[in-house]
Structure formats: structure tokens, C-alpha cells
């Protein structure tokens, strides 16, 4: 059996950022990361970039903090959307430069991590590759499958009868054929990824039927990449600390303007104050999108209000008109849900039979890692997802002094908005079942990781052997990957200053200055439990989804690590100007210094 020092689960952003800062601080130890995809990227790989697949972001906020993703290199000029293919060259220029790409084998599917006796750990995987079994010893293991790595989609009644391509919308490029061959296609969903099939087949002249489940969350919040009076870039909006402070955040004193925070939050003025920034933000979208102008524009104007929407929260990068395909009848919105399917045909809640020759079904993620971990049971020390009935750690003791916690000091998350009284988990609908072992109707808790990242119990903590990476959606996706790696490896390394975390050596301990086994579980149940009242019209009560707090959260990861927080030239331009990947580009060898200096 082969032993590696490291093992990373995925080649997507975060798998490659990891590995290759603890390639660049542990330099002679052996590493590999294991991938089920013949390509680089996760959600980038080759196998992903369907058609019209850009990013959100534009030029200069998607990208690794050391490695510009430069015009000259890549062709993409300031002010564009990147293409996917563009980003997917990106990363495999990424892994090149920095020593990786031998270390990445494809098509290697991890199916089973057992957890090793002793006190140091380690972890046996079971390998598939190319219809081969073997396994592999990792004394450590970083998993980065991230939250869109096993599509969901459900079971639909009678779509063995449907006599038409049915597919998720993860497998779009393999279905491409269809927008040559197909005359009327339906798309089920109402996320960033449903308006991107929509806009493809729209815009090939394809008439598109587009379902929005009316027992769902309606059509994504969908903001024009400028936004509020001022005209401010949105990516950069929400990086800029200053009105990151007009967000309720539990993790946002790692930022240090408390008395800011609590003006905001704690004060009637500061709430009211709060509450006009939230109104000015939602109606300048739907102002400038002229939801109200149309029949069908009307239907996909967002049903949850703008300060509880999370990563939902998406940027228009069409480089043609979306909206002109609803209001001269290319696209035709129903909101309604599916309840069966017959020979070519979709038929709907509310009586209506759609003619498809074809279903592209964007119904979301099994949000659960794809690998089962062993013993049995161990996922309960771990911190995945699980029946709250078996919890260790998220009890309702646990959780009660959490909820008590978030709404003392954030009084305004007590009135949650009432996003669609008649809301139901997706496989609640009619017609809609599963076989599958991950059922999105059962309730199970949140991922319970401290800092998003490690186990907060007892024998992890110990053997730190184990790191999750990649499972915070947010805007700043390339910020975060980059130092969570090396949070990460200080982690595993027993670097990290005593006051964040317990210390294996339990001579640092007694010098009084770090967080009890005890501080560090009540501060993941507070974090974990913090999105289900922060982001109720997101995934906040399943996984840490959030925009604007993610500044305080890379605050809280630097903070942690003993670097500065405040990375701007005086308190002005902290305030005012956006956090950006150049902020952080010398962080990993001021870190270095650091450790080198003790």
C-alpha cells in the first residue's frame, strides 16, 4: 500500500490552492490529489464548461492573490466576464507554475476514508481507477470536493416514458447536441445555472419552457454587475469593509470595528439605518432589471427579500440580451411544479402540458462530501452533515445557546421574511421522488466544522489529520481558497498562535492564552447555526453561505494565523476601499517570516 504525506480530494480551486501551499511549505514531502475528472478545475473542468459558461466575476477578482490572471496571458480585457474555458487554462497554469500538475492523477475516484487508530492518525483511502481497486495511507488529508461535485437529480414520474434527453444541468456539455436538434426545451429551475441553460438555448432561437417551481425559492436575486446609485462594481461592493458593516455577522469582530457593529445592530438607529441600505440595494436591481415592465419579467422579479439572500445572490453576464428573449416570447416562464412526464411531454401543477424534446433539470447539489468516511459513525466527530438526532455536538442544548447568542446581538434576525408560505423541500412536489440515499427533505445538521474548515472535536484536534476545503460559497472564491491552504498547513503543522485553537503540546496550553476544547465547539455550533437565521433564502441552515460577510471571515483566518488583518494604507482606505486578491499576495511570505522568526 502506498503512503503519502498528503492526499488532497479534488483538483477544483480549492484542491489546487492546498496542495500547492503545502507543496511550497513542506518541501520534500510526498503528495498527490486525486480527482474523478480527466481534467483540472472541479466545477472548471473540461467536462463542465457547457455553453456560454462565464464567470460571475470580472477581470481581476478571479484570481489567485499570486497569480494574476493577466490580459497579456489570457486574453481577457478588463471590464469582461471570463469564459470558462479561459479559467479552466487558468488553473492548469496555476498548477504548472507552482510544481503540482505531475501530482494530480485523474480519474481516481476516492469511495472510502477509514480513520486509523493511534495518536497519529491517518487515513486509509479506497482508490477506483479505471475499473481498478487499490488503496493509499494518507497521514494527512485535505478533502476539496467542494458543494457541486455529485449533482441531485431527482426522480420524476414517468420519465421512463419521456423519450427525450433528461439531464442535469452539470451534464449540459454532454447533451450538447441538443441545441442543434431540439426545437421546444424545458428547463426546470430557478438558480444562476437554470438562466445560463435558458439564455443558450434562447439564444440559439430554441423556444424554452422554463419551470420555477411554485412551492420553491423562485429565480435568483440577479443583480447587474454595477449596482446602487453610485454605480459601484458589485464583486468589489461587497469586499469593501465599510459596508460589509451593514451586514449582522457573528464572526465579524474579527474585523475590530465592534463599536461600528454595534451602532449598526444593537442600536434602533443603527437597525434603521441598516434597513434603508438593504431597500436601496434590492430596488436598485429591480429598477435597472425593469422587472415590473412585463408579463414574464415580472415572474422571475426575486420572491426573497435582498439582506437574507446569500450566494443566490448572482451578477448578469450575458453579453446579449437575456431579458429580450422573455419579452419577445423566445423564453415562456411558468411558475408551477412538474408532476409528471409523459412521450416528449412535461405536464405541470397548474394543468398546463409542455411539448419538450428535451428536460434540463437544474435541481441543485447533494451537499454531503462523496465519500463515505469509516468507522461508522466517525462522521458525528468529523462535523458532516447528519440526523440531529444522533449529535454529538449539534444538540439542542448546543443550539439553543447558539440561537440565544445570535439574536441578542443581532435583534433584527428575530423577523424573518416570509419568503413563500407555501415552500416546500424540492421531492415535497408532486410527482417528484427518490431512490437515493441522500434525500434533500430529511433534515440532517449543518456541516459543524470550526472556522469551516476542521473537526472541533477531541481526536481530531489531537491527530489533525483531516482539513475540509472549498465548502463556503461566497463571492471571493479564489481570496478564500488561497488562505485556507495555508491556514490549512499551519493547522496540520501546529503553527497556529495558542489562542486560536487548543495545542497538541500541552505545555503551550497552560500558558493560559488558548481556547478551551470547549470554546472552540460552542464557537463552530454558534457559526454553523448562524446561517439558518442570517441566510434563510440561501443555504445558510445547511452550509456556510454568505457575500457580505466574507471580508470578516478572511479577517478571522489571517487573525487566527497572527498576520495583519488590516492590510489597507490608513483607516480611510480601510473603510472604503475594496478587498481585493492583491491584498493578499505576499501574505503566504509574510507568514514564512513569521514562523521563521519564532
Known amino acids: 500500500m502506498e503512503t503519502l504525506d498528503l492526499v488532497v480530494i479534488g483538483a477544483g480551486i480549492a484542491g489546487i490552492s492546498a496542495a500547492k501551499t503545502y507543496h511550497q511549505l513542506n518541501n520534500g514531502k510526498t503528495l498527490a490529489l486525486l480527482d474523478d475528472k480527466e481534467s483540472v478545475g472541479g466545477v472548471w473542468a473540461n467536462s463542465r464548461l457547457y455553453p456560454e459558461l462565464r464567470t460571475n466575476n470580472m477581470l481581476g477578482t478571479y484570481q489567485f492573490p499570486d497569480f494574476p490572471m493577466t490580459t497579456e496571458q489570457f486574453g481577457v480585457k478588463p471590464g469582461d466576464h471570463i469564459p470558462g474555458v479561459v479559467v479552466h487554462e487558468y488553473l492548469k497554469a496555476y498548477a504548472e507554475k507552482f510544481g503540482i500538475a505531475d501530482k494530480i492523477r485523474f480519474r481516481h475516484k476516492v469511495v472510502t476514508a477509514e480513520h486509523q487508530n493511534g495518536l497519529d492518525g491517518g487515513w486509509t483511502l479506497t482508490v477506483e481507477h479505471d475499473d481498478e481497486t487499490s488503496r493509499i495511507f494518507a497521514k494527512k488529508l485535505i478533502v476539496a470536493t467542494g458543494l457541486t461535485s455529485e449533482p441531485f437529480l431527482p426522480h420524476i414520474d414517468g420519465q421512463e416514458e419521456f423519450s427525450a434527453p433528461l439531464f442535469h444541468g452539470a451534464d449540459f456539455l454532454q447533451h450538447v447536441d441538443t441545441l442543434e436538434t431540439t426545437h421546444k426545451v424545458t428547463v426546470f429551475g430557478g438558480s444562476k445555472s437554470a438562466w445560463d441553460a435558458v439564455y443558450a438555448y434562447g439564444k440559439k432561437g430554441i423556444h424554452v419552457d422554463w419551470v420555477i417551481r411554485e412551492s420553491g425559492h423562485g429565480a435568483v436575486w440577479m443583480a447587474p454587475p454595477y449596482v446602487t446609485p453610485l454605480k459601484k462594481w458589485l464583486e468589489k461592493l461587497v469586499n469593501t469593509r465599510m459596508l460589509t458593516w451593514f451586514s449582522p455577522c457573528i464572526w465579524g469582530f474579527a474585523d475590530g470595528y465592534n463599536t461600528l457593529r454595534n451602532f449598526y445592530h444593537g442600536t434602533a438607529l443603527g437597525r434603521a439605518i441598516t434597513n434603508v441600505f438593504w431597500s436601496v440595494l434590492g430596488n436598485d436591481v429591480i429598477t435597472l432589471n425593469k422587472y415590473d415592465s412585463h408579463p414574464e419579467l415580472k415572474k422571475i422579479k426575486p420572491w426573497s427579500h435582498p439582506m437574507f439572500t446569500a450566494s443566490s445572490f448572482s451578477i448578469y453576464n450575458y453579453p446579449t440580451s437575456f431579458w429580450d428573449l422573455l419579452t419577445k416570447g423566445t423564453v415562456k416562464v411558468h411558475i408551477a411544479d412538474i408532476t409528471g412526464l409523459s412521450h416528449k411531454t412535461v405536464h405541470l401543477s397548474n394543468g398546463t402540458d409542455l411539448p419538450a424534446d428535451a428536460l434540463c433539470c437544474v435541481t441543485g447539489w447533494k451537499h454531503v462530501p462523496p465519500v463515505k468516511f469509516l468507522p461508522e459513525g466517525i462522521d458525528l466527530d468529523?462535523?458532516?452533515?447528519?440526523?440531529?438526532?444522533?449529535?454529538?455536538?449539534?444538540?439542542?442544548?448546543?443550539?439553543?445557546?447558539?440561537?440565544?447568542?445570535?439574536?441578542?446581538?443581532?435583534?433584527?434576525?428575530?423577523?424573518?421574511?416570509?419568503?413563500?408560505?407555501?415552500?416546500?423541500?424540492?421531492?415535497?412536489?408532486?410527482?417528484?421522488?427518490?431512490?437515493?440515499?441522500?434525500?434533500?427533505?430529511?433534515?440532517?445538521?449543518?456541516?459543524?466544522?470550526?472556522?469551516?474548515?476542521?473537526?472541533?472535536?477531541?481526536?481530531?484536534?489531537?491527530?489533525?489529520?483531516?482539513?475540509?476545503?472549498?465548502?463556503?460559497?461566497?463571492f471571493s472564491t479564489m481570496i478564500m481558497a488561497h488562505i485556507q491552504g495555508l491556514w490549512i498547513s499551519a493547522y496540520f503543522a501546529d503553527q497556529l498562535p495558542v489562542r486560536t485553537i487548543p495545542p497538541v503540546d500541552g505545555k503551550r496550553d497552560r500558558e493560559g492564552r488558548a481556547k478551551t476544547l470547549e470554546e472552540v465547539q460552542h464557537e463552530t455550533v454558534l457559526h454553523a447555526r448562524f446561517g439558518k437565521w442570517r441566510y434563510p433564502a440561501g443555504k445558510g441552515a445547511l452550509l456556510p453561505d454568505f457575500v457580505f460577510d466574507a471580508v470578516p471571515y478572511l479577517d478571522l483566518m489571517v487573525g487566527d494565523m497572527g498576520l495583519k488583518v488590516h492590510r489597507k494604507a490608513g483607516w480611510l482606505k480601510e473603510a472604503t476601499e475594496p478587498y481585493g486578491p492583491e491584498d493578499y499576495e505576499d501574505l503566504m511570505s509574510e507568514w514564512v517570516q513569521s514562523v521563521d522568526g519564532e
Open 382 to 474: 468529523i462535523g458532516l452533515p447528519h440526523t440531529p438526532s444522533k449529535a454529538k455536538l449539534f444538540t439542542k442544548e448546543a443550539v439553543e445557546r447558539a440561537d440565544k447568542e445570535i439574536l441578542g446581538k443581532f435583534p433584527r434576525l428575530k423577523d424573518q421574511p416570509v419568503q413563500n408560505p407555501n415552500l416546500k423541500p424540492l421531492l415535497g412536489t408532486k410527482g417528484l421522488s427518490t431512490t437515493d440515499k441522500i434525500n434533500p427533505s430529511t433534515p440532517l445538521t449543518p456541516w459543524t466544522l470550526y472556522r469551516f474548515m476542521v473537526p472541533p472535536s477531541a481526536r481530531f484536534m489531537q491527530t489533525r489529520d483531516i482539513a475540509f476545503a472549498g465548502i463556503c460559497m461566497n
